[in-house]
T-cell receptor, first 113, second 113 residues
Framework: NAGVTQTPKFQVLKTGQSMTLQCAQD?????MSWYRQDPGMGLRLIHY???????DQGEVPNGYNVSRSTTEDFPLRLLSAAPSQTSVYFC????????????FGPGTRLTVL | TQLLEQSPQFLSIQEGENLTVYCNSS?????LQWYRQEPGEGPVLLVT?????EVKKLKRLTFQFGDARKDSSLHITAAQTGDTGLYLC?????????????FGKGTHLIIQP
C-alpha cells in the first residue's frame, strides 16, 4: 500500500492564482482531513470529510474548498491564493476507530508571493 | 476549546542522555496520541494511550497517560541522533474523526552526537 499520497511536493504561486492540492489514500479509510502547519501555530484543521459526498469545516476553512467524490480522493482547492496561505499542507486519513489515529501524507510546501 | 500545551518547546541534548517531554491540558481526553515528525515529512503515529495511568513502551521510548487523562509524558532513555525530530501530542474525543482531535504545538528535539 502507498498509504496517503500528496502532489505536488512544492509549489510557488502568485497572489490571486488558483490551484488544487491533490490527496489520495489506498487504505479504504472513511475519514480524511486537511491540515496546515505553520511555525509556532502547530497543526490546524482546515476541512475534513467523514465519507464520500460529506465534508465539513475545521478550525481555519476560509479561502479553501474541498470535495469528496470518492473514498480515495480528497482534493483541496485554493480559489484565489493569498500570502497568508503560505504554509505546509498535510492531508491525513483516519482509521475508523474510537481513537482518531491519523495517517499523514508527506506534505505540500506552498509559497504564495 | 480544548488546549494541549507541550513542554519544553525546544530541547537539545547529547547522545546517550535521558529526557522527558510533557503534554498537559485542563481537559479530559478519551485518548492521547504521540506522533514524531522528521523534517520534510508528515507526522507518524508512535503510540495511542487510552486508559488513565497507562504506560506503553516502544524500545527506548516510554509513554504514560496521566491518571486523570489530562496529561501525558514521553521519556526517552539513552537518546540517539535518530530520535531527532518534532514530537507532537494529540488528544482525542471519543468516537470523533479529525474534528475531535486537538494537537499540541510540539517539542523540537535535537540529539547531538
Amino acid at each position: 500500500n502507498a498509504g496517503v499520497t500528496q502532489t505536488p511536493k512544492f509549489q510557488v504561486l502568485k497572489t490571486g492564482q488558483s490551484m488544487t492540492l491533490q490527496c489520495a489514500q489506498d487504505m479504504n479509510h472513511e475519514y480524511m482531513s486537511w491540515y496546515r502547519q505553520d511555525p509556532g501555530m502547530g497543526l490546524r484543521l482546515i476541512h475534513y470529510s467523514v465519507g464520500a459526498g460529506i465534508t465539513d469545516q475545521g478550525e481555519v476553512p476560509n479561502g479553501y474548498n474541498v470535495s469528496r467524490s470518492t473514498t480515495e480522493d480528497f482534493p483541496l482547492r485554493l480559489l484565489s491564493a493569498a500570502p497568508s496561505q503560505t504554509s505546509v499542507y498535510f492531508c491525513a486519513s483516519t482509521k475508523t476507530s474510537a481513537f482518531n489515529e491519523q495517517f499523514f501524507g508527506p506534505g505540500t510546501r506552498l509559497t504564495v508571493l | 476549546t480544548q488546549l494541549l500545551e507541550q513542554s519544553p518547546q525546544f530541547l537539545s541534548i547529547q547522545e546517550g542522555e535521558n529526557l522527558t517531554v510533557y503534554c498537559n491540558s485542563s481537559s479530559v481526553f478519551s485518548s492521547l496520541q504521540w506522533y514524531r515528525q522528521e523534517p520534510g515529512e508528515g507526522p507518524v503515529l508512535l503510540v495511542t494511550v487510552v486508559t488513565g495511568g497507562e504506560v506503553k513502551k516502544l524500545k527506548r521510548l516510554t509513554f504514560q497517560f496521566g491518571d486523570a487523562r489530562k496529561d501525558s509524558s514521553l521519556h526517552i532513555t539513552a537518546a540517539q541522533t535518530g530520535d531527532t525530530g518534532l514530537y507532537l501530542c494529540a488528544g482525542g474525543e471519543s468516537g470523533g474523526g479529525a474534528d475531535g482531535l486537538t494537537f499540541g504545538k510540539g517539542t523540537h528535539l535535537i540529539i547531538q552526537p
